[in-house]
């Protein structure tokens, strides 16, 4: 039986450059050298540092299985040392995400973001990475849906006889604090009842019945977390591909619809979902709009191979950065269309989430105000 490897991909903003753009290449530095030594030290087996917007991901690979103290607090550590550079350099936001003084023996309910599975590897392991920026864990939801429960995205569910049998799906509520298993095709309507509202429910889990795992996506909510709002989720998804999981080009395509998501400016707007390459990631057009990037990897005896070619460095060309093609400048050039022409809202709904929402509010300010000038109709 093939040994157990996980694979842990850990997210923070902790500091950007201009506003909330991305992060100082110093940053992804330290965090990498981190990242490097728990290699050397037998911690990690492979690492990949990169970003999405403004936030920095940490893509790991380990023997030690979901939630692991070490790995987190690596994580954590790392994060520190980028955002005391960000700090040095006094940059915006520095160390925004890191909601405690001291680490607890793990990220979550901390402020980063987390999604981690921990599988057998199969005799060939193409996986996919996808980053946000600038929206919520809810995102993924309606691209989730499509992958793994709609046979007019994925024809696999059709006629590959693997995935015909359907997904378990593991629903988060954020708000409460609850979750739910439920199976695809039989409770589909059911499921979508739910994750229609996008402001409490989010996919945490898509689980084939002999498989295993096949996606898995960061839901901390960071609002509710901090009691206070401190920026956008800007959750990340880990998914398994082939081989009776969806296909990548099946994961990919629901993508080329650009889905309003909740988050862009301050957090409180309803943008197009834009896809697109690591390095066009920065929040160019009103801070954003919401980005989505996608890396393919290979993972072999836990080692991120992927793409790398014969003379890269270290770290160098383990992805294939999907969203970078001109094919999706189509998409592109529509979700720009989209978010605005939701700009032309300006502070009304639905250019702008419910109250609740908000990133921050003047509101009770405003009526406590008017009080005296309030008349009963
Ligand atoms: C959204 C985001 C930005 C900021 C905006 C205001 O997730 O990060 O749109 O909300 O730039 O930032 P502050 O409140 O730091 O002035
Ligand atoms: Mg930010
Ligand atoms: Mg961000």
Redesign the pocket.
Known sequence: MAEKITVSLIKADVGSIA??SRPHPRMMEVASEALGRAVRDGLLVDYYVTRCG?DMQLLMTHRHGENNKEVHGLAWNAFMAAASEAKKMHL??AGQDLLSDAFSGNVRGQGPGAAEMEFEERPTEPMLVLMAD?CGPAAYSLPVAKIFMDPFTTTGLVIDPRAHQGYDIEIVDVVDHKKVLMSSPAELYDILALLGDTTRYAVKRVLHRTIGTSAVISTEKLNMLAGKYV??D?PVMLVRCQSGFPAVGEVLQPFAFPQLVA?????SHYGAWYPCGVDQSD?SYY??PPRVCALGIQVSNGKLQGAEMPGSKPGDHKFIDYFAGKEWDYVRNKAMDISIYMRGHGPFMPGIVPPEDL??TTRPEILKKLEPRMQPL
Not at 263 to 267: A, K
């Open positions: 506003g909330h403004d915006y936001a600038k920026g956008k800007d988050g862009w400016m301050r957090g929040p801070d954003g990133e921050y």
